[in-house]
């Protein structure tokens, strides 16, 4: 898994959550790296078209009770 493939410049993974959802085929990997994070489809591993951008580099995440990302 290398989010960064096709990117100008590289970032390592910096941290990952796992949003497991009931229906089969829609669980979520969330990947942060660098300032940016993507968001894959486990079931086929096809990366969300849009990358979410931070103004700072993500260095934790966790999901709450209600799956939302923090």
């Known amino acids: 898994l290398?989010?960064?493939i096709n990117e100008s410049e590289i970032h390592?993974?910096?941290c990952v959550a796992f949003a497991e959802h009931?229906?089969?085929g829609r669980s979520l990997l969330w990947?942060?790296?660098g300032s940016?994070?993507?968001v894959y489809?486990?079931?086929t591993w096809i990366c969300d078209w849009k990358d979410l951008i931070f103004p700072a580099l993500i260095n934790c995440m966790c999901l709450d009770n209600r799956g939302?990302?923090?």
Do not use: G, I
């Open 68 to 70: 939302q990302l923090w």
């Open 36 to 38: 940016k994070l993507k």
């Open 12 to 14: 390592s993974v910096r």
């Open 41 to 43: 489809n486990v079931a």
């Open 31 to 33: 990947c942060a790296y």
């Open 2 to 4: 290398s989010p960064s």
């Open 22 to 24: 009931a229906d089969p």
